[in-house]
């Protein structure tokens, strides 16, 4: 099975966990196959461990900043340091990472990993505004608990069960600039939000990326994926090309998968960046 994963820390029935999936229909298109939603984190690691084999994209962070690690003397190897991540509360994790933020300078205040200047993406230690360091703590344990593998993070138990961390912004900035396209705020689900995920959704399905991978939807897939305004759907189904494009490359120099070959055995990285 090959699926993008759309993640919430905190998933609720009203803002769920969706999960696009798809298949290569040929080389160069993925066909969408279904859309799934899971209220609570327990239904979607359930779900991870119950399906026998997948390769997905999940959007959320796979690790922290080798920066921030080594500052608070936190493991330096990736199974010991998320061992350690998920026996944090959140309230402790916040605290801690605001101290080191405290003690920096304006404009320095976050360490950042080696793949968020190519990808675009938020440190991963930041906790508000995406709060992708709880999202961080909340996913990658399921992961674990799947026996999933990390390509160049983390062998698993389950060979048939591969992780990517993607990042939907990525392709969807290749695409449409920095319009927006989506908002959980009710007053700004505006025409212009449509607009925008009406013109990205047209050239996914145009295959107009660098990836070189065209989307196949059929009428009724089109409607669901623009009638949402928090583009949680649209945003699955970017981490479901990301992981299409990977699994392409899976038997590629160094962890595979196209991902770098040098990239931080720590740090982790973002696949198509």
Not at 16 to 42: H, K, N, W
Not at 123 to 145: E, R
Not at 182 to 201: C, V
Request: charged letters at 20%; aromatic letters at 8%.
């Amino acid at each position: 099975m090959l699926f993008g994963c759309d993640f919430s820390s905190a998933p609720t029935t009203r803002k769920p966990i969706v999960v696009a999936i798809g298949e290569m229909a040929d080389a160069g298109s993925v066909a969408l196959t279904a859309l799934q939603r899971f209220a609570t984190l327990e239904a979607w690691g359930r779900w991870l461990r119950d399906t026998p084999s997948w390769v997905g994209g999940f959007d959320f962070p796979f690790s922290l900043p080798r920066e921030l690690v080594e500052h608070l003397k936190w493991p330096l190897e990736w199974a010991p340091l998320m061992a350690h991540y998920a026996s944090l509360g959140r309230a402790e994790i916040r605290d801690t990472f605001a101290a080191f933020c405290a003690a920096r300078p304006v404009g320095g205040k976050f360490a950042h990993r080696a793949a968020d200047a190519p990808a675009g993406s938020s440190p991963s230690m930041k906790w508000v505004n995406p709060p992708v360091a709880f999202m961080l703590h909340a996913g990658v344990p399921p992961l674990v608990a799947a026996g999933a593998s990390l390509p160049g993070l983390y062998v698993g138990s389950h060979e048939g069960r591969i992780a990517l961390e993607a990042y939907p912004g990525l392709l969807a900035r290749e695409l449409i600039g920095r319009r927006s396209y989506k908002s959980d705020d009710l007053a700004k689900q505006t025409p212009e939000r449509l607009a925008a995920r009406t013109g990205l959704l047209a050239a996914l399905e145009a295959g107009t990326t660098r990836l070189g991978l065209r989307l196949r939807l059929d009428a009724d897939q089109r409607a669901e994926l623009l009638a949402d305004p928090r583009g949680d759907h649209i945003d699955a189904v970017l981490c479901l090309l990301q992981a299409a494009w990977g699994l392409q490359r899976a038997a590629s120099p160094g962890p595979g998968y196209g991902l770098p070959v040098d990239f931080d055995p720590l740090e982790g990285w973002i696949v198509t960046a």
